[in-house]
């Protein structure tokens, strides 16, 4: 009776294995690609008022049209020096620069990668696999090689998740907003990270996204620290993946190295948010972390992921001029 | 027999369902972002799971009727 007992409950422990197994398989295993939904009307470029529209082009009476800069230009504030000269890492070129600054301090340590374009189109996202998808993931040293990126960092994860927008260069793959906050990069180089509940994703198409993430929280209001955080289950010490944006053309890319005693324990959402704010930035969004969060610098991962990172289903990335 | 059978292959499907759910909601508290508990997969297997604990309940309760009837039965042909 007692052998038969337990053969029953052998029985049964294996097959709860085999469905765990089973529910792995359906859910994070098996690929699925998504088809683009919709590209994004991306906005004309500003013209130059009446001169545009040709009214009043021969009126030597009318002052000189100021030309303005296209949507997407950010050429004005440029800058013409090296942003560099200090940094860890550095990049320059004529339409990208790049300065990668390393941190460590009170057991943290931590990645900053200020990135100035001259064009909105620099601002590339990949996915593993070349494609959208769910189930396919690759390494973000693989996906920068691939692109042919100088810089690069883990994303969202969209692939792991079954909602969140996602807007990709310009492309709509997914519209289901889920629960998370989004940050939308829109294409005249404006970032606004907006809760699950004012987020409307016509509206950002409408408006020109060019990226949208989703998994959050946001990190600042209006350039100030938060404490509170619209999720906070993943607000302990953590290793970080974030992005933060100045002013148009000017972002900053932050890996924060974590769960390795002795060098780096992560931060917490609050530090994080501190950090941003020190750091100058308007707006500031909380990408996927953990072991997911690397960065990738002219091929070779340059922060510590912890356990040896992960595979991810999507990057942020930089390409070589020419590339 | 065949009636047993199939009440005994969804209580043991009751209680691996039920397992499933529990690891998935500890994953969850843990890695909200993987939805673990919202997919499509999840609400299949929830779909299942609820379906066999409503059917190996119902047939419980059945058989506890008869039984108690049953029983009733005999006391009554006692006294």
């Known amino acids: ?323 | 027999m065949k009636r047993d059978f199939i009440w005994r292959f969804l209580t043991h499907a009751t209680i691996l369902l039920a397992g499933l759910f529990l690891t998935l909601l500890v994953l969850d508290q843990y890695n909200p972002s993987m939805d673990f508990v919202t997919s499509d997969v999840s609400k299949l297997f929830l779909l299942g799971f609820a379906l066999c604990a409503l059917i190996s309940s119902i047939i419980a309760a059945v058989k506890q009727f008869r039984e108690r009837r049953r029983n009733g039965g005999e006391k009554n042909r006692e006294n």
């Not at chain 1, 690929?31 to 991306?42: D, G, M, N, Q």
């Not at chain 1, 860890?88 to 620069?97: K, M, V």
């Not at chain 1, 994860?157 to 939308?184: M, P, Q, W």
């Not at chain 1, 994080?272 to 972390?289: H, M, P, Q, R």
């Open chain 1, 1 to 323: 009776m007692k052998a038969r007992a337990f053969l029953i409950v052998l029985r049964d422990v294996l097959l709860f294995g085999a469905l765990l197994v089973a529910f792995a398989l359906f859910h994070h295993v098996l690929p699925k690609s998504y088809e683009p939904i919709r590209t994004v009307v991306l906005p004309t470029p500003v013209g130059t008022g009446a001169n545009a529209a040709g009214m009043g082009a021969d009126d030597p009476a009318r002052p000189e049209a100021i030309v303005a800069t296209e949507v997407g230009d950010f050429s004005a504030a440029f800058p013409d020096y090296d942003t560099g000269e200090n940094a860890a890492y550095s990049y320059q070129a004529e339409n990208l620069r790049i300065a990668v600054s390393f941190v460590q301090q009170n057991d943290i340590a931590y990645f900053v990668a200020d990135v100035r374009i001259r064009n909105i189109e620099l601002f590339q996202t990949s996915f593993a696999g070349g494609e959208f998808s769910t189930g396919v993931t690759e390494t973000v040293r693989r996906m920068a090689k691939d692109a042919g990126a100088i810089l690069a960092v883990s994303g969202d994860f969209c692939g792991a998740h079954k909602t969140g927008a996602v807007i990709r260069n310009g492309v709509l793959y997914r519209e289901d907003s889920g629960d998370k906050d989004v940050c939308v990069l829109y294409y005249d180089g404006t970032m606004k990270v907006y809760s699950a509940d004012e987020f409307s994703v016509d509206e950002a198409v409408a408006n020109g996204a060019w990226q949208a993430w989703s998994f959050g929280p946001d990190l600042l209001d209006d350039g100030r620290a938060l404490t509170t955080f619209s999720r906070n289950r993943v607000s302990g010490k953590n290793p970080r993946c974030a992005i933060g944006y100045y002013e148009p053309g000017h972002y900053c890319l932050v890996v924060v190295d974590g769960r390795q005693d002795g060098y780096s324990e992560g931060m917490t959402l609050e530090e994080l948010s501190a950090l941003f704010a020190s750091l100058g930035c308007e707006e500031a969004y909380n990408l996927d972390g953990g072991a997911t969060a690397m960065m990738v610098y002219d091929d070779d991962i340059i922060s510590s992921p912890s356990d040896g990172g992960r595979a991810s289903s999507d990057i942020i990335c930089f390409l070589r001029e020419g590339a």
